[in-house]
T-cell receptor, first 116, second 112 residues
Framework: GAVVSQHPSWVICKSGTSVKIECRSL??????MFWYRQFPKQSLMLMAT?????????EQGVEKDKFLINHASLTLSTLTVTSAHPEDSSFYIC????????????FGPGTRLTVL | EDQVTQSPEALRLQEGESSSLNCSYT??????LFWYRQDPGKGPEFLFT???AGEEKEKERLKATLTKKESFLHITAPKPEDSATYLC?????????????FGRGTSLIVHP
């Protein structure tokens, strides 16, 4: 089956620093990747959609300058949380889709970010 | 605006006690309906994709069905390892891309 990895699985950082999270599709080419945020006992909140080689499309209310998304290749997307603050602490999950003809998203294992 | 409502929010079953989870949806131009399983602290695990009313898919003790307004995830003779949150999502066409909308999930606990 399709495998998506994320790195790191957890990270703790100081307030004001930037954190980069990587999302890789290991056995397929992902033309589209999604980034989600999930709070405890809440459902997934879509942050942005990115297509390879294009700028990400951010959902309403998500700050583009704070959450930088780069989908540089068909197997790699990165999310950088810039100048992180405690309120950015959350569980971040990426997903990847092979293409429009392949509707199913496959999710990564998630990254737990804690900002002190 | 797409809406996905899952019920119940939480469900407790005894091992072997079959039940169903519901996913009601409102979407313009349904592309697909998806079921995922999510364990605590992990990303969702794909279970099924359904495309048209009347379609059914099965995997072990799980069976997903789809109508024009809702989907059911039937769990037959559940085991404790089936305990998880089950998420439903729908996608529709939006400017050439298919944007998913997720429900809040049903938290299932199966007691031995």
């Amino acid at each position: 089956g399709a495998v998506v990895s994320q790195h790191p699985s957890w990270v703790i950082c100081k307030s004001g620093t930037s954190v980069k999270i990587e999302c890789r599709s290991l056995d397929f080419q992902a033309t589209t990747m999604f980034w989600y945020r999930q709070f405890p006992k809440q459902s997934l909140m879509l942050m942005a959609t990115s297509n390879e080689g294009s700028k990400a499309t951010y959902e309403q209310g998500v700050e583009k300058d704070k959450f930088l998304i780069n989908h540089a290749s068909l197997t790699l997307s990165t999310l950088t949380v810039t100048s992180a603050h405690p309120e950015d602490s959350s569980f971040y999950i990426c997903s990847a889709r092979a293409g429009l003809a392949q509707d199913t998203q496959y999710f990564g294992p998630g990254t737990r970010l804690t900002v002190l | 605006e797409d809406q996905v409502t899952q019920s119940p929010e939480a469900l407790r079953l005894q091992e072997g006690e079959s039940s169903s989870l519901n996913c009601s949806y409102t979407v313009s131009g349904l592309r697909g309906l998806f079921w995922y399983r999510q364990d605590p602290g992990k990303g969702p695990e794909f279970l099924f994709t359904l495309y048209s009313a009347g379609e059914e898919k099965e995997k072990e003790r799980l069976k997903a069905t789809l109508t024009k307004k809702e989907s059911f995830l039937h769990i037959t003779a559940p085991k404790p390892e089936d305990s998880a949150t089950y998420l439903c999502a729908v996608s529709h066409a939006s400017g050439g891309s298919y944007i998913p909308t997720f429900g809040r999930g049903t938290s299932l606990i199966v007691h031995p």
